[in-house]
């Protein structure tokens, strides 16, 4: 292999390894909780994601938080002791979850 060959096939190379991301899916999506007005009665409502509290709404109100793309835990409690959750959601875009009773 010649010299000019070595340096092409180096510059080659390293230019493949700057377009690639190795890294994993990143990124940020809104999750947008909403506790349905059917539930009238069930008083203030903390809502959490991961356990932490994200709001704490009346219900046919609404509470949103910026997550990371990725599987989050989704609870709620009221304060009559009415409970939703924990369960999971996939969030890999903007997404809009409405808690029934």
């Given amino acids: ?11 080659l190379a390293a230019s493949a390894a700057a377009c690639t991301n190795l890294a994993a899916p990143s990124g940020t999506a809104t999750l947008t909780v909403k ?28 509470t949103s938080a910026r997550l990371s793309v990725g599987t989050h835990t989704i609870s709620a409690l009221s304060v009559n002791g009415f409970h939703w959750g924990p369960f999971s959601k996939a969030i890999n875009r903007d997404f809009d979850e409405t808690l029934t009773c």
């Fill in 1 to 11: 292999m010649t010299t000019a060959r070595f340096l092409a096939a180096v510059a």
């Fill in 35 to 62: 506790v349905s007005a059917l539930c009238d009665g069930s008083g203030p409502i903390d809502v959490r994601v991961d356990g932490n509290l994200i709001g704490t709404i009346m219900p046919g109100g609404t």
